[in-house]
């Protein structure tokens, strides 16, 4: 079956520091890839996707290239803020229909918190 | 353009009642899935409804239940709650099934 694993967190930077947090997947076929956001108290924002093999996804400096050789899905971002303080999941998604069509798998988390 | 949105958005039971959450589907959008996120976990999908059908399920027993109306809103029904069903309860739409999904802000429940 299908299977996000994420870095564990949490993780903690300084405003302005690099961010990089690791995603690989196990998936049948050629699942489309997505990061999500979720803000304290809120429900789950769509931050970026790909949908096939070296595309890269960024929205907001957040940037992710779906790498099917290594089978990732890697969350970066050149420059923290503050207001990136989340956390943040990688899913993944079955394009070959069915009864598992757009059924989201998930991986567990990673908390970001970022400093002045 | 009206998002999802989740009622109650914080509900305590106690263990062996029955609970029943709502959804109201984004406009223009058929399609809704539940999923259940558990503290410090990723969201588990519990089942999808299009056309008020459902249509793809997890691992989920039995006793947890939807339905979609003809507006395409949705519930989720939980009998004989337990414990471990305390979790974050996000609902999710989508225009039609595999397209993007656009979750609400939860029902937060809490089984004593």
């Known amino acids: 079956g299908n299977s996000v694993t994420q870095m564990e967190g949490p993780v903690t930077l300084s405003e302005e520091a690099f961010l990089t947090i690791n995603c690989t997947y196990t998936a049948t076929g050629y699942p489309s890839l997505f990061w999500y956001v979720q803000y304290p108290g809120e429900g789950l924002q769509l931050l970026l996707k790909?949908?096939?093999?070296?595309d890269k996804g960024s929205n907001k400096g957040f940037e992710a290239t779906y790498r099917k050789e290594t089978t990732s899905f890697h969350l970066e971002k050149g420059s923290v803020q503050v207001s990136d303080s989340a956390v943040y999941f990688c899913?993944?998604?079955?394009?070959?229909?069915?009864?598992?069509?757009?059924?989201?798998?998930f991986g567990q988390g990673t908390i970001l918190t970022v400093h002045p | 353009e009206t998002g999802v949105t989740q009622s109650p958005t914080h509900l305590i039971k106690t263990r062996g009642q029955q609970v029943t959450l709502r959804c109201s589907s984004q406009s223009g959008h058929n399609t809704v899935s539940w999923y259940q996120q558990a503290l410090g976990q990723g969201p588990q999908f519990i089942f999808q409804?299009?056309?008020?059908?459902?249509?793809g399920r997890g691992n989920f027993p039995p006793r947890f239940s939807g339905l979609q109306f003809p507006n395409y809103s949705s519930e989720l029904n939980v009998n004989a709650l337990e414990l471990d069903d305390s979790a974050l309860y996000l609902c999710?739409?989508?225009?039609?099934?595999?397209?993007?999904?656009?979750f609400g802000s939860g029902t937060q429940l809490s089984v004593l």
């Open positions: 899913a993944l998604t079955n394009n070959a229909g069915g009864t598992s069509y757009g059924k989201l798998t």
């Open positions: 790909a949908t096939k093999a070296d």
């Open positions: 409804y299009y056309r008020e059908e459902e249509n």
């Open positions: 999710a739409s989508s225009y039609r099934q595999g397209r993007e999904l656009f």
